[in-house]
């Protein structure tokens, strides 16, 4: 029997991933979804309208609904992540704590995705060790959950024994949006499948670098291509210089390091910040998931964000099920396949997934232009998995002080302390 555990089953990204589920199920052949969240009202909404979508299929699988999270990952071959630590209110205070003191306030970036990680890693490692006594030998755990490279990185350092691996929906984004451009330029449909994206850096802070199509490289073309785009624009993403430099697309994320004036200047909009704006548009789907008669997604669950994310959560699974040897880009730890940087940094980067586990894949490093931000990021991210771990208040001093677009150093401990009790039922760790 082959039992695949969501926890935060509740999430209205769910409805996405069944579909993902459904349409594979000749090569993965699913027999009980469970899905857990710890809000029973939104689950039986989210996880009714699950049941009655694999109803209107004939019933293939069998969606359990539950709040016990042991009981989901008991015999589980899978368990998938993708929780939200104090709901989308704890993403809205991240937010705004990041705006009361003149900082980036993302839920992944800068002092938000320091607050969401010191709420999450926690709850991660548990899943960890629930899965370690109670899930299938060798069960795998598949983080959704942001900042996803940050909560891998905790894994891999405090739950070595479940084999895990981050994921995000960035790469694939920025493949399908790569080969969108190269089927326009040259009028030829080209199969995802056929295609690779070569990357690396951390979740959120990457560049892409290289492209193939059936082996063949065509990032020359790609990068010629995006450049001349660039210099059409009126207001560029990026520098068509900067680009031109690297010879690399950096990350979309990368925009709150190179350029955060103008993300600051964005946040001094609000209202609505980015969680407002998504609390509505949930209000919205979970009244649609709500309809008895409703058995397919609704087209307004494109506005929530995470494209392609059904994709990238089933063919991983699918691949490693079905020892395909497929390479996907995920976060894990690195392990000599960059020799020149630490083994135990885990990056995001291409890797080969089999049913034996997942490698990464030999890589040249970043450029010293790079390399200077990833370093302190990494330094970051570190010290934030080690201050959640243990409550260390000096490590997540260390942490703000250390990031890029963190507090002034005069300024650190008042911003720790702000964020320690704006989010205080959710970090009993530091108010021993």
Request: with cysteine; net charge negative; hydrophobic share 40%.
């Amino acid at each position: 029997m082959l039992k695949v555990a969501v926890i935060g089953g509740g999430s209205t990204y769910t409805p996405e991933l069944i579909n993902g589920f459904l349409a594979r199920l000749d090569k993965f052949p699913v027999n009980e979804l469970w899905l857990m969240d710890i809000d029973k009202e939104r689950l039986d909404i989210v996880g009714g309208f699950a049941q009655r979508m694999v109803e209107a299929k004939g019933s293939p699988f069998k969606v359990v609904l539950t709040t016990d999270q042991r009981a989901a990952v008991k015999d589980a071959d899978y368990v998938t992540t993708q929780l939200r630590v104090g709901h989308m209110e704890a993403r809205k205070r991240d937010e705004y704590l990041g705006l009361r003191h003149g900082l980036i306030g993302q839920e992944t970036t800068g002092v938000g995705g320091m607050g969401k990680a010191l709420r999450t890693i926690p709850i991660i490692l548990k899943i960890a060790k629930d899965m370690q006594e109670l899930s299938k030998p060798g069960a795998m755990l598949v983080n959704f959950t942001n900042p996803a490279g940050l909560v891998t990185q905790a894994l891999s350092m405090y739950a070595k024994d479940t084999p895990s691996v981050g994921v995000c929906n960035v790469p694939i984004t920025a493949k399908m949006s790569i080969l969108e451009g190269l089927e326009q330029a040259t009028g030829r449909k080209i199969e995802p499948e056929r295609a690779e994206l070569k990357t690396l850096g951390l979740n959120h802070l990457s560049w892409h670098r290289g492209f193939t199509i059936d082996g063949e490289d065509v990032w020359p073309q790609v990068i010629q291509g995006y450049i001349e785009e660039l210099k059409k624009e009126e207001h560029p993403e990026w520098e068509p210089r900067t680009v031109e430099v690297l010879r690399m697309i950096p990350n979309y994320y990368l925009q709150y390091f190179y350029h955060t004036d103008k993300k600051l200047k964005a946040q001094e909009a609000w209202p609505p910040s980015r969680a407002e704006e998504v609390i509505e548009v949930e209000k919205d789907l979970l009244r649609q998931y709500a309809d008895p008669a409703l058995n397919e997604p609704p087209a307004d669950l494109m506005k929530r964000g995470g494209a392609y994310y059904s994709t990238v959560a089933t063919q991983l699974l699918n691949a490693h099920y079905n020892d395909l040897g497929e390479t996907h880009v995920v976060n894990i730890k690195n392990n000599g396949a960059v020799k020149e940087w630490p083994a135990e940094w885990v990056l995001e980067m291409p890797s080969t997934v089999k049913k034996s586990g997942i490698t990464p894949i030999a890589a040249e490093p970043l450029p010293t232009s790079c390399f200077g931000l990833i370093s302190a990021v990494k330094a970051y991210e570190l010290l934030t998995v080690e201050a959640a771990v243990h409550g260390d208040r000096n490590a997540a001093y260390q942490a703000l002080l250390v990031h890029p677009i963190g507090p002034k150093a005069d300024k650190v401990q008042a911003v720790l302390d702000d964020m320690l009790e704006t989010h205080r039922e959710h970090l009993p760790q530091f108010f021993k």
